[in-house]
């Protein structure tokens, strides 16, 4: 991810907020069904280093810094990052033919440690399992931009042949230099709600799209 810690040092110069704190690999897996319809995205997150240092830190777990969990470590750590607040979510927004699609909360979580950093999945079911007819567009991002993501893990179609999947980067560099310009206009206790950059986040987002064949 060094594409994306470059960009947090320059957008750390800035004299508003709006820079990443932690960040995120991660990868998508679209399990679709014999009915062709599309019930669940199993998401992974894997967390930067430094973050995952301290979440084991801070919950006690790996005390003899060896970089593997005992199985009580193991379980205390499966599901830390899934106590959702209401209204949250799980940094993924997700389409097809450009109509939203509902994601469930999520569930099957599971937790390791590999090479110093935390690595989670979990389930998120898709509401009314569509029919997959026309292109699915996922963008997992941080509206916020708390939390910067980046699509390195791998996107997979299971349950389905004939798909294809394509990954739309963002213009890093032109998004910030806008953002730059736009935060440096700003008061210094200007609300970045208030100012219309409360999704600020998605100008940094990845497009998973996937398209599957006519069957």
Not at 48 to 60: A, H, I, N, R
Request: proline share 5%; charged share 20%; aromatic share 8%.
């Amino acid at each position: 991810m060094k594409t994306i810690f470059a960009l947090c040092l320059s957008l750390c110069a800035a004299p508003v907020g709006a820079h990443p704190h932690i960040f995120i690999n991660t990868g998508l897996v679209f399990l679709i069904d014999a009915e062709n319809q599309l019930t669940h995205v199993q998401v992974t997150w894997e967390y930067d280093e430094l973050y995952s240092l301290l979440v084991t830190e801070d919950m006690g777990l790996d005390d003899d810094y060896d970089g593997v969990l005992t199985a009580a470590d193991s379980a205390a750590l499966t599901g830390f990052d899934m106590n959702w607040v209401d209204g949250y979510n799980g940094d993924l927004v997700a389409q097809m033919d450009k109509m939203p699609l509902t994601l469930g909360p999520p569930s099957a979580p599971t937790a390791t440690l590999k090479d110093g950093k935390i690595i989670t999945t979990h389930l998120r079911a898709v509401q009314g399992a569509p029919s997959v007819t026309g292109t699915l567009n996922f963008r997992p991002y941080d509206g916020t931009y708390y939390t910067a993501y980046e699509v390195g893990l791998g996107v997979d179609v299971k349950g389905r042949a004939g798909c294809d999947v394509a990954l739309d980067a963002p213009d890093i560099a032109g998004a910030l230099a806008m953002t730059k310009a736009e935060l440096s206009a700003l008061p210094e206790d200007m609300d970045m709600d208030a100012a219309g950059l409360g999704d600020i986040g998605s100008r940094f987002a990845t497009k998973v799209l996937v398209t599957c064949a006519a069957l």
